[in-house]
């Protein structure tokens, strides 16, 4: 059987994620999918605002899914996975004030659930109007909006350009990788939502981070930074680049040795690189001490080679990051 697509549901307080779920599930054509709620607080009632009598609602009590309800979530998921006939997906609604790395770090590390379920994509719902104030005052914000590869600048209706343009702007600053969309009450297609696919390493895909520019503007290293976001509180992105090849022997460790020490504060980091003497672009994500890897595709012929890397999460050095990275290429200078 195949694994059973996961899509985690998370935004600050107020964003408009329950509006989405109750959409998605009125528009599922006939497919079937368990819906998990954590509501924080002993009564429930996220649960009895979520519609579709096809569906099976779970609610996550009295704490936030991201810390004391990690057990429960693994015990409801587990069983449902053993349920005859299966689901076509599992929805998962986290409370407005959780961090949902580790939940993502959940369906990664648990050992039934990595073979029954994949994690498909993490969905961030925000405030059009209030993101950059929640993103410089509010911690949890900032961790939800790192976590995700889908951003939805939700109640567009309610901001105007000025509005919009700030808040995306902090959108890119926090997480540059994040597919970003504009929408009324969480309308987008179906398509754009579900299976996307975005923790398959297969399917990752990382913006252009500016190689482009003539060689005489290039350090010795081929290397070019890409500013680091300073937007929010505690949460920066750094995205580097080079347009050289890694050694991997070097390489490895390196990042091992990164997760091991910095796993705590590192929120998400992903990386499409060139190995020397391989054909193939190496890529890997990294959700705090978690790390996903594996060769993709070939490189085409004549294709030039770039390697970016982008990195989320607090207290990050990019000079730090930088040296320690050029001192994984292949045929190091001295500096």
């Known amino acids: 059987m195949a694994p059973i697509p996961v899509t985690v549901l998370t935004g600050f307080l107020g964003a408009g994620k329950t509006t989405l779920l109750n959409r998605l599930l009125r528009e599922t054509n006939g497919k079937r999918y368990a819906v998990i709620v954590n509501e924080y607080g002993e009564i429930g009632i996220d649960g009895d605002l979520v519609v579709g009598a096809e569906e099976e609602v779970y609610e996550l009590n009295n704490g936030c899914v991201c810390c004391k309800l990690r057990g429960d979530l693994v015990r409801v998921v587990s069983n449902l996975v053993r349920r005859p006939g299966g689901f076509d997906g599992i929805l998962i609604e986290t409370t407005g004030l959780a961090d949902p790395a580790p939940v993502a770090q959940t369906f990664q590390l648990d050992d ?84 996307r696919g975005a923790f398959d390493n297969a399917r990752l895909r990382l913006p252009s981070l500016g190689l482009g520019k003539p060689a005489s503007d290039s350090s010795p290293h081929g290397y070019r930074p890409v500013d680091a976001g300073r937007h929010t509180v505690g949460v920066s992105s750094v995205s580097i680049a080079f347009n050289r090849r890694f050694e991997r022997t070097r390489f490895l460790p390196w990042l091992q040795r990164l997760v091991i020490e910095h796993g705590a504060d590192l929120l998400r980091a992903k990386g499409i690189l060139a190995f020397s003497g391989e054909s193939r672009r190496f890529v890997f994500q990294a ?33 730090t990051l930088r040296e320690e990275l050029v001192h994984c290429l292949e045929d190091v200078c001295e500096v």
Do not use: Y
Request: with cysteine; hydrophobic share 50%.
């Open 112 to 195: 039934l659930l990595r073979q029954h379920t994949r994690l498909d994509s993490v969905i961030c719902v925000a405030d059009a109007r209030h993101l950059p104030m929640q993103l410089s005052s509010t911690p949890e914000a900032a961790l939800q909006l790192a976590q995700a590869d889908m951003v939805l600048l939700n109640k567009a209706d309610l901001a105007d350009e000025a509005m919009l343009a700030a808040a995306e702007q902090a959108v890119a600053e926090v997480n540059p990788t994040a597919e970003l969309r504009r929408v009324v009450r969480g309308e987008l297609p179906l398509s754009q939502l579900l299976d």
């Open 287 to 319: 959700v705090h001490m978690t790390v996903d890897s594996g060769m993709g595709r070939a490189w085409a012929a004549g294709e030039a080679v770039e390697s970016k890397l982008v990195f989320i999460g607090r207290r990050l050095d990019e000079s």
